[in-house]
């Protein structure tokens, strides 16, 4: 017999119970989903969202956060830190920055087609 806390009382209640005899909390309100379709359905979108990145996706993600921490760090360097401030940072900064966006945004973008496509062909 295996014994599950009740989270309301804390009372020590048998798993197979539907509710705690103590307080009458419902422990398992809940409905496991273990059809097999499903659960292939959700494999293959996890596989499909972690696992089947493209290296140059990755690459290309890489770029641009490394564009976007550096330009970053460049804008505050040059107002912050540096022996003469500035009022404002470098248009190189700013264009480091946006760029790092942009890259990143149509990274994600390519890599979802990429993926969608891909998911259509299996």
Same mark, same amino acid.
């Given at each position: 017999m &295996?014994? $599950?806390?009740? /989270?309301?009382? !804390? %009372? !020590?209640v048998d798993v @197979? &119970? @539907? %509710? *705690? /005899? $103590? *307080?009458?909390y419902k422990l398992f309100d809940f409905e496991i989903n273990t059809h097999e379709d499903s #659960?292939? @359905?959700?494999?293959s979108d996890y596989v499909g969202t972690t696992k089947s990145t493209k290296p140059v996706y990755k690459f290309l993600t890489f770029i641009s956060i490394f564009a976007f921490i550096g330009g970053? #760090?460049?804008g505050i360097y040059e107002v912050i830190l540096s022996s003469t401030p500035s009022e404002d940072a470098s248009t190189e900064a700013y264009f480091l920055v946006y760029a790092g966006i942009a890259l990143f945004i149509i990274t994600q973008i390519l890599s979802s087609i990429d993926k969608s496509t891909s998911n259509q062909e299996h």
């Open positions: &295996s014994l $599950v806390t009740c /989270p309301n009382c !804390k %009372e !020590k @197979d &119970s @539907d %509710e *705690c /005899p $103590v *307080c009458g #659960f292939h @359905d959700a494999y970053m #760090f460049w």
